[in-house]
């Protein structure tokens, strides 16, 4: 019984009929007119409700659009994200592959790399394979 019923009783108490006035208007114009009236609050009122779920809608689809938007970015940011760690795995790999490598082809005896010994030399030690010797 707030607002609305004041409302309500005040716009009712406007064509509401009071004996020590005369009224002009006959019975049948003041039913027309109070008629006239409901219809205009009724249209009303079901205009007040569409625009509220256009609002309601529209508010929902800015929500999901925001989602979408947050979703895809944190896709994109984790992809990213995988994408440089492999990167940098693959670069720490290929590093420590290059470092045994080096450390192979300095310190591997030609017979255990290439299958063959080598000529005696005047200090009878193994040749070492060097790095600019190896295909």
């Not at 406007?14 to 219809?39: C, G, M, W, Y």
């Not at 994109?76 to 192979?104: F, H, M, N, S």
Request: charged share 35%; proline share 3%; glycine share 2%.
């Amino acid at each position: 019984m707030g607002l609305a019923s004041f409302k309500t009783q005040k716009q009712q108490s406007l064509f509401v009929r009071q004996d020590n006035h005369p009224s002009s208007l006959s019975e049948d114009q003041f039913k027309k007119i109070e008629s006239q009236t409901q219809a205009f609050r009724e249209q009303l009122l079901r205009q007040q409700a569409a625009l509220r779920r256009q609002e309601i809608e529209a508010t929902q689809q800015r929500i999901a659009a925001a989602e979408r938007e947050y979703k895809e970015k944190r896709d994109r940011e984790r992809a990213e994200l995988e994408k440089r760690q492999r990167e940098e795995a693959q670069e720490r790999e290929r590093v420590a592959a290059a470092e045994r490598d080096a450390v192979i082809r300095k310190t591997v005896p030609l017979t255990r790399y290439w299958g063959f010994r080598p000529r005696r030399t005047s200090c009878h030690r193994t040749r070492q394979v060097l790095w600019s010797n190896l295909p």
